[in-house]
Antibody, heavy 119, light 109 residues
Framework: QVQLQESGPGLVKPSETLSLTCTVS????????WTWIRQPPGKGLEWIGF???????DYNPSLKSRVTISVDTSKNQFSLRLTSLTAADTAGYYC?????????????WGHGTLVTLAS | EIVLTQSPGTLSLSPGERATLSCRAS???????LAWYQQKPGQAPRLLIY???TRATGIPGRFSGSGSGTDFSLTISGLEPEDFAVYYC??????????FGGGTKVEIK
């Protein structure tokens, strides 16, 4: 079965750039949409954006100016880049597969990685 | 942007009781586009229901979803100890393409 695992730094500095990678195992990365979602501590979920293996992307307008999602099909990985970080970007970051048959949903999810902004 | 409002914020119930969670959309959405997730502390969300009423693989029959238009609900017919968690609804639509509700916490009374 498909599994996802996030990797990247847990501590970043304000104004810097966050880079996270999601490794997909147990299945191919092509033909699906792959998504990043975040959750500030104690708060709800926010969709960041997705990428298709074709390179097609879509981002949340609230983050669009600072976000880039890319895919490396040779490594079965996709990545998130978020620039100009502030304290508001402190959150758990999840990668997930978007399934678009008979509806749209996220399944499965990675375990998530906590990113903290600290000067 | 379609805003999803979940109520109540917290539901205090005893094991064995029935839980009914509400998710109201700011505009009408297709039943295909409404999903529910369960999240336990320190864990990632888990898909429960998609297409308003279809249970995801491995989800017990005590979980059911219903609704249409702007009003949707998740029902847990008899709470098991492992069901005490936070539940989120999610919709697919116009920009932003996906939004989530604020969540309902189901806690032990």
């Amino acid at each position: 079965q498909v599994q996802l695992q996030e990797s990247g730094p847990g501590l970043v500095k304000p104004s810097e750039t966050l880079s996270l990678t999601c490794t997909v195992s147990g299945g191919p990365i092509d033909t699906f949409f792959w998504t990043w979602i975040r959750q500030p501590p104690g708060k709800g979920l926010e969709w960041i954006g997705f990428i298709h293996d074709s390179g097609m992307t879509d981002y949340n307008p609230s983050l669009k100016s600072r976000v880039t999602i890319s895919v490396d099909t040779s490594k079965n990985q996709f990545s998130l880049r978020l620039t100009s970080l502030t304290a508001a970007d402190t959150a758990g970051y999840y990668c997930a597969r978007e399934v678009a048959k008979v509806g749209y949903r996220f399944d499965p999810w990675g375990h998530g990685t906590l990113v903290t902004l600290a000067s | 942007e379609i805003v999803l409002t979940q109520s109540p914020g917290t539901l205090s119930l005893s094991p064995g009781e029935r839980a009914t969670l509400s998710c109201r959309a700011s505009q009408s959405i297709s039943t295909f586009y409404l999903a529910w997730y369960q999240q336990k502390p320190g864990q990632a969300p888990r898909l429960l229901i998609y297409g308003t009423s279809t249970r995801a693989t491995g989800i017990p029959g005590r979980f059911s979803g219903s609704g249409s238009g702007t009003d949707f609900s998740l029902t847990i017919s008899g709470l098991e100890p492992e069901d005490f968690a936070v539940y989120y609804c999610q919709q697919y639509g116009a920009s932003p393409r996906f939004t989530f509700g604020g969540g309902t916490k189901v806690e032990i009374k």
